[in-house]
């Protein structure tokens, strides 16, 4: 089977401006959930979706947003960007989303690397 | 709410010799948990998880952990280093429905001196 799969790998975009980057979750998930990978603040959960809803949301501004498609492919948005928006944005797929049950492994993907100039 | 602590930021051994990483976590209902590996500009690679069965649980590379309840931690660790052991480990917790998402540790540095 294949990975997850993020596209772009990198991605450079001067401040103000807005980004969407994609994610492929493994075939057959459906819960995608995005991360913020920072050197000082590490790994931050920011939103979860599965079955096209948000299902679970971090403590990030409005700014960044998200949505998930009928086939699980799932985007995410970042508008009027800010120097401290430059992170590694990992995605990760996962079978089933909870809902009572204990959660289901996430899978990640390689990332897409953003740079904020 | 749910938590993670990894006290140590970088652990440095000899190859060969025991490894260690350690994790305590704070949960407020039956927590899963996790351990993952990341090597240098790579995503994030699943070590292991712990959902409620056997309390020793044993991954991939040789690597095992040991639920305790008692103690809330959830340590990592692995007989003899190897050089491709070198990379950052994160221990995460999880709860379920509403609370599914993953908090992750810090991270530990691990370094594997020849």
């Known amino acids: 089977k294949a990975g997850v799969t993020q596209t772009p790998r990198y991605l450079i975009k001067t401040r103000g401006q807005q980004v969407t980057l994609s994610c492929s979750p493994i075939s057959g998930h459906r819960s995608v959930s995005w991360y913020q990978q920072t050197p000082g603040q590490g790994l931050q959960f920011l939103f979860e979706?599965?079955?096209?809803?948000?299902?679970n949301k971090g403590n990030f501004p409005g700014r960044f947003s998200g949505r998930q498609f009928s086939n699980s492919r799932s985007e995410m948005n970042v508008s009027t960007l800010e120097l401290g928006d430059s992170a590694l944005y990992l995605c990760?797929?996962?079978?089933?989303?909870?809902?009572?049950?204990?959660?289901?492994?996430?899978?990640f993907g390689p990332g897409t690397r953003l740079t904020v100039l | 709410a749910q938590s993670v602590t990894q006290l140590d930021s970088h652990v440095s051994v000899s190859e060969g010799t025991p490894v260690l990483l350690r994790c305590n976590y704070s949960?407020?209902?039956?927590?899963?948990l996790f351990w993952y590996v990341q090597h240098p500009n790579k995503g994030l690679q699943l070590l292991l998880k712990y959902t409620s069965a056997a309390t020793l649980v044993k991954g991939i590379n040789g690597f095992e952990a040991e639920f305790k309840k008692s103690e809330t931690s959830f340590h990592l660790t692995k007989p003899s280093a190897h050089m491709s052991d070198a990379a950052e480990y994160f221990c995460?917790?999880?709860?379920?429905?509403?609370?599914?998402?993953?908090?992750f540790g810090k991270g530990i540095t691990l370094s594997v001196r020849p």
């Open positions: 990760a797929s996962s079978f089933t989303s909870g809902g009572g049950w204990a959660k289901d492994t996430q899978y």
């Open positions: 949960s407020s209902y039956s927590p899963s």
């Open positions: 995460v917790v999880s709860g379920t429905g509403a609370n599914s998402k993953l908090t």
């Open positions: 979706y599965f079955s096209e809803t948000q299902r």
